[in-house]
């Protein structure tokens, strides 16, 4: 049985799809969702200079069927995000994970960016390679199964 925890979501402009920063009781990290077009004041929160993970999402256009994601990292997350402002146009929201203090590193981060990367990607290589599970799995060890992978193509 699992145990029950608290989430706490905290609308920063009052906007409930504005910026979130989203806390978990007991838990030293802290998750920022925005979206683009507010991007020029939520890269100012003090937050978004600590190292993190971040995930971007969105459709590249209208025909697209699937969403587009794409997951990185960055000692300076906001930095990172900054950058993709002017050279990825598909996303229309993010979210980024850092630490409440300085308990994430740069090997902490690139660490949860495969963590989180290499699930999409063996998600993508069963329908594409034919793969069962099993084959999958012995490459990518605790694979989703690919009836996970709806609605995500990576970016």
Do not use: C
Not at 47 to 66: F, K
Not at 78 to 83: H, K, L, M, N, V
Request: proline share 3%; hydrophobic share 35%.
């Amino acid at each position: 049985m699992s145990t029950a925890y608290t989430i706490r979501i905290h609308a920063v402009d009052g906007d409930p799809e504005g910026v979130r920063v989203i806390e978990r009781m007991n838990w030293t990290g802290q998750g920022i969702a925005f979206r683009r077009g507010g991007w020029s004041s939520t890269k100012l929160r003090d937050s978004l200079a600590r190292p993190g993970v971040y995930i971007l999402a969105g459709y590249g256009n209208d025909e697209d069927d699937l969403m587009t994601l794409y997951i990185g990292e960055g000692d300076g997350v906001g930095d990172r995000i900054e950058s993709h402002t002017k050279n990825k146009d598909f996303w229309a929201w993010g979210i980024a994970f850092v630490s409440t203090h300085t308990g994430l590193n740069k090997a902490h981060v690139q660490w949860l960016e495969w963590a989180l990367e290499s699930p999409r990607v063996s998600r993508r290589l069963l329908p594409l390679r034919r793969w069962s599970y099993e084959q999958t799995n012995k490459v990518f060890p605790g694979a989703a199964r690919a009836s996970d992978s709806h609605g995500l193509r990576a970016a």
